[in-house]
């Protein structure tokens, strides 16, 4: 953790034990250093997480593409497997970014390109891959990984989207699942979570920790709660209704972690705000 960030956590500590609430001028000059310290972090995590999952996900498409020229079966379904493995771990940053590639890439709601127009096909009894369509998510992840490489990233940012994606899992889960066709749909929301916690471990668990050490153990306990929760083979071994109520639970919490850092609350129902 940076020095910043310990001493803006014991500066708060001791002023609370001490003699109340800091003065205003001192309070805001701490929150600004901290909040700039926050915005560095989310430059390196798009620059040395982010970005090299975004390589892959271009490598493992690529990989897709020369298993269906070769006709192997076996490969080819293990490479969208792994490949959308990788977009769903990025699904932590990229809930609040480009929805309209997001669309192209990932859409589950009659799809016309991206990966579950392949799955339907590739999973089918009788399995047949449109090429065309491989080469077109392709084309789509290279243009995403173009603009993601001039955006500009915020600590508020990947609270918002990390916020926004965790509320979304709820919504996958009571809806059967986002890879049904597959049968990877729980393994999509163990991905997830992965990006989530990613998020909450690199960004934001120290300075909360430095600040609320309870309300970081409570977040802890939250994702460690739902990693148990998808410890099963398929969604309907969850008792209805859990794992949405965990999840909305969850994003209210790293929602309501904005304040804290004199940001506003981001709504994370709000794909794309």
């Avoid at 609370?16 to 390196?44: H, M, Q, W, Y």
């Avoid at 915020?154 to 890879?179: K, N, Q, R």
């Avoid at 960004?203 to 309300?215: G, I, N, T």
Wanted: glycine fraction near 8%; hydrophobic fraction near 45%.
């Amino acid at each position: 953790m940076s020095n910043a960030l310990v001493k803006f956590g014991l500066v708060l500590a001791v002023a609370a034990f001490i003699a109340g609430p800091l003065p205003l001028a001192v309070s805001c000059a701490l929150a600004e250093e901290v909040n700039e310290e926050l915005d560095k972090r989310a430059g390196e995590f798009k620059d040395q997480v982010a970005a090299a999952d975004l390589q892959l996900l271009i490598t493992g498409a690529q990989g897709l593409a020369q298993a269906v020229q070769t006709r192997d079966l076996a490969a080819t379904r293990k490479a969208w497997l792994e490949t959308h493995a990788i977009w769903m771990r990025c699904e932590a940053f990229t809930a609040d970014l480009f929805p309209g590639l997001e669309t192209k890439i990932n859409a589950t709601d009659n799809p016309k390109t991206g990966f579950h127009v392949i799955e339907k096909s590739l999973f089918a009894p009788q399995p047949t891959v449109n090429m065309a369509i491989v080469q077109q998510l392709i084309d789509d992840l290279q243009i995403y990984q173009h603009v993601f490489g001039q955006a500009k990233w915020t600590g508020y940012y990947l609270l918002a989207s990390s916020s926004t994606y965790t509320f979304e899992m709820g919504d996958i889960a009571g809806d059967g699942g986002e890879s049904p066709v597959s049968g990877s749909s729980i393994a999509d929301l163990q991905h997830g979570l992965d990006g989530v916690e990613r998020v909450w471990k690199f960004m934001f668990a120290d300075p909360v920790r430095a600040k609320d050490h309870f309300k970081a153990e409570e977040i802890d306990d939250q994702i460690a709660a739902l990693h148990g929760l998808l410890g099963v083979s398929a969604l309907d071994q969850i008792p209805e209704g859990i794992f949405t109520r965990e999840t909305t639970r969850l994003a209210a919490e790293i929602a309501d972690l904005g304040p804290m850092f004199g940001w506003r609350k981001p709504n994370y129902t709000d794909i794309g705000e």
